[in-house]
């Protein structure tokens, strides 16, 4: 079994900084790729950044120059640094493991404009 835990959101004003970081247990981190999405109520859940167990990453255009997706193998952590946050950023930010659908909780960022 899996379990991962998130944390790090909170209220930011636009233009503002967040770090994202989601705690995974299970050795199965090291060998998968990790994600981050994010929801809005109401609103389908949408992926924002991917990173590969080598470390490739991929991202969402919406997010592309602002969001930098990492991974600490040896802490089973990956982070998500948001930089230049707007007030079309709030949502729930949720992190994802591949290859088993494991699911965290849920962060809420909030971006005041």
């Known amino acids: 079994q899996v379990h991962l835990l998130e944390s790090g959101g909170g209220l930011v004003q636009a233009g503002g900084s967040l770090r994202l970081s989601c705690e995974a247990s299970?050795?199965?981190?090291?060998?998968?790729?990790m994600g981050w999405y994010r929801q809005a109520p109401g609103n389908q859940r949408e992926w924002v950044a991917t990173i590969s167990s080598g470390g490739t990453t991929t991202y969402a255009d919406s997010v592309k120059g602002r969001f930098t997706i990492s991974r600490d193998n040896a802490e089973n952590t990956v982070y998500l640094q948001m930089n230049s946050l707007k007030a079309e950023d709030t949502d729930v930010y949720y992190c994802?493991?591949?290859?088993?659908?494991?699911w965290g909780q849920g962060t809420q960022v909030t971006v005041s404009s």
């Open positions: 299970g050795s199965i981190f090291r060998i998968n790729a």
């Open positions: 994802y493991l591949y290859g088993g659908n494991y």
